[in-house]
């Protein structure tokens, strides 16, 4: 079986995905109709009979003290009222519910907005001891476990009977009424799905606060932070995506997803993010492209693929939320094995040191799951089970939150691997085998860990005697439908503000129309928004241009640019984005749609950019694709840098492609076909490191047999890529009025203020706005140099005629060189 969507899976009973609000009337209607309450001015005996009822048999003569015969003979009481409910038959009645009805005690279930957390340390760190010998020696092979009935080693006896006892009498219930009492009776029902697109987003934004924002804002057993640059995350088995809608939401564009699971019906619902945008989320389905988790060659393309892209480190953390709809809910566990396994096994091959994982389990009563979650504790510095007041409490649902990976954990996750390969290969060749492994870690070494088999005996009873309590009382709101659940509304407000989370519905994205987009990102700027037309001045071989343009060359940078003038699809120019591929570009004073080249770009965006030609190959295979390079930024997906220094606006453009750069997709154009364009920022060298960048030029044999210097792009993500710079665009990071010098008794840099002749080092600085150039500063005084002929950048010139109006990279070389 596949894993797939957890959503549909959470209910104990069925999997079946109904939504309450659909049902909403329904269930409103039932109660209306169907327990309307006695008047006020009779007294009535006979609470199964509605006052309408009363009413016309006291109109008939009917006299609760005589008989009903016309002499007033015969029986007193009426002929009782049918109390089937749904698709009931007329003559069936329900005894197991009637009598779990009655067990119902308010006092034994447990409901705080105070969620109880108790973490297991490992604090054995033996975790190199465990050879492959040892795992291998600790595996039992058996028949294959029908029942769970005799499963007590981890829990109390009397928990596991109740348990399956309580579970077994809702076989026969309607479901639809199953559903009504269930959402009447969970005192956090009404919580749903919030402003996210399904109750999974909702449970993680639960367990992500309980567990002080461990997920979004990772920090180290010091309080550090475990983010030096983009925060990396993995979402397995957990589409259609409320995790991830979640973590999108709650971080913005500075948090990349990789997303694995099922195609098609268990897809990710990326067009339904309307909380967290998905432009920076990456779903990936393995080497062969169908999502499944279980194949082993899925697990180990997955696993290349997300290390390639966060620079062989892997992701902060992991989230698995697998389930799959599953008959007889006694024996989910044993058939939810495989998955547990899974997703823990790719967890511990794309997570990075230090890293954490969250997964659904279900019961926890067998002894390969208990194992299963040992060799999971023996990976990480802590683990923790816990049940979210977001996980409805009559289920068997819980998670493995596991935290800190350790190093060397690749002897249990080749050892998962393997056990794994046999299942799938036994899956694929002998459906029919008995055979199975029952056992990963004996009995013996579990007991003799007595604080981890102390800890699982406890959460198994503490988890098991409250899901008892609440089977009971689903059993006694199916009884009485008058029953309600007061803590509801109150629950509901509560909760969101405690884990951060607004109040607000759920609603559809409206998009402004582009005037109002850009004056509202362009803010402060907008009645100067001129700026944004002015040219750049171009470098050439006037006698001084060097020392009047270069004065401090301290104070210049450069990027190596490709488009020196509009052609086509090569575009230099203001870019903004309203999300998605809905992208402008700033041309003669008004807004375009980019319509030869698809890119896909986080909302509420304004950059400054190039649409570039790159290529990939030489000669006869050299094939061109076309990508955006950020040149430099105002606003980066909501985030406004453009007072940032020059350097530090880089830095987050560099971090902003980082995030939305993912392998090219094909979008269907009507009828043709397009791929979606990757996006990578432009480095930034200081005018020091000019030879250097040339040093970084290599001879690519174009198409048309010329060889020409092209700079390669890091790539992080598909082919190995390459473009031919036509020249070099220069930036001051200063401010006009300032002047930036070294101090030779100090031994340190200090700024003057030409204006008033004031001088002060960095450290005396409250503001960097102070001395530093904002956007429209540096965009305003930029200059081009502009390679119009070949030799220009020769190294040398020998025996070759200068132009006398082009600056070449000798001179340019030499004016620095004296500096």
Partial sequence: MDSSSSDSTDDEFSDQNVSYTANKRRIQYAENEEHELPSKKMKVEYNNYSAKSMRMMQNMGYDQNKGLGISGQGIIEPVAASDHKGRRGLGLKLEGIDVAAGKFDSKKESVSLDEYVEWLPNNANDLDEITRDILDSWLKIGCRLLSIDNEDTFCDKAVLREILESKTIFDDID????????????????????????????????????????????????????????????????????????????????????????????????????????????????????????????????QSYVLRQTHDTGVHFVMADGGFYVDEKNIQEIKSKQLYLCQCLTALSILREDGSFVVKLFDIFTHFSVGLVYLMYKCFKQICIF?????????????????????NTDTIKRHLFDINLEMWNVSNTDADSQGDTLELVPLEVLKEDTDFFNYIVESNNRIGQNQIANLLKIAAFSKDSKMIEPRQNDLRKDSLKAWNVPLTQRKSKVKMDIHSTFKQLIDQWFDEKNFMMSTERCLTN?????????????????????????????????????????????????????????????????????????????WKSQTIVYALHIIDGMVLGGVNIRHLPLGERLKMCEKFASALNK?????????????????????????????????????????????????????????????????????????????????????????????????????????????????KTTFVNRQLWEWQMEHQVYERLDNVERNKELLYRVDLAHYISQG
């Avoid at 402003?195 to 993680?204: G, Q, T």
């Avoid at 640059?229 to 979640?246: I, K, N, R």
């Avoid at 090569?570 to 999300?579: P, V």
């Avoid at 598909?718 to 710079?725: A, E, W």
């Fill in 175 to 302: 479901p639809d009424e199953l559903r009504r009492a269930r959402a009447r009776c969970n005192p956090f029902e009404t919580i749903r799905g919030s402003i996210f697109l399904n109750r999974a987003a909702v449970k993680m934004a639960n367990m992500d606060a309980v567990m002080d924002f461990m997920f979004t804002d990772p920090k180290d057993d010091m309080g550090r932070s475990l983010v030096k640059d983009l925060l990396y995350f993995a979402d397995v088995c957990a589409g259609p995506g409320g995790f991830s809608e979640y973590v999108l939401w709650r971080k913005g564009w500075q948090a990349k997803g990789f997303g694995f699971t099922l195609r098609n019906e268990n897809d990710f619902k990326l067009d339904e993010f309307l909380a967290g945008n998905a432009e920076t989320f990456d779903a990936y389905y393995g080497v062969k492209e169908d999502g499944n988790v279980f194949d082993p060659e899925n697990i180990e393309s997955l």
């Fill in 387 to 407: 049940k979210p007041n977001t996980s409805r409490p009559a289920n068997s649902e819980r998670y493995l939150i596991c935290k800190y990976k350790l190093p």
């Fill in 542 to 618: 006037r006698p001084n241009i060097l020392a009047t343009v270069f004065r401090d060359r301290s104070d210049w940078s450069f990027v190596p640019i490709e488009t020196v003038e509009d052609s086509g699809k090569n575009i230099r120019a203001f870019f903004m984005s309203r999300g998605g591929r809905d992208v402008f570009f700033y041309a003669n004073g008004s807004w375009k749609p980019l319509q030869n080249v698809i890119v896909e770009m986080s909302a509420n965006t304004l950059i400054y950019g190039e649409i570039a030609k790159e290529s990939i190959g030489e």
């Fill in 663 to 775: 392998p090219s997709k094909v979008i269907n154009d009507g009828a043709t076909q397009i791929c979606t364009s990757p996006i990578l920022c432009k480095k930034l060298y200081r005018l020091s490191e000019f030879e250097q960048f040339f040093d970084r030029l290599n001879h690519y044999t174009l198409k048309d047999g010329r060889r020409r210097l092209g700079l390669k792009i890091r790539n992080a993500v598909g082919p190995d890529r390459y473009y031919i710079p036509r020249g070099l665009l220069f930036f001051n990071d200063m401010k006009p009025h300032i002047v930036k010098a070294f101090s030779k008794t100090q031994k340190k840099t200090y700024f003057m203020d030409k204006r008033t002749g004031v001088t002060f080092y960095p450290d005396q600085m409250s503001d960097p706005n102070a001395v530093y150039a904002s956007f």
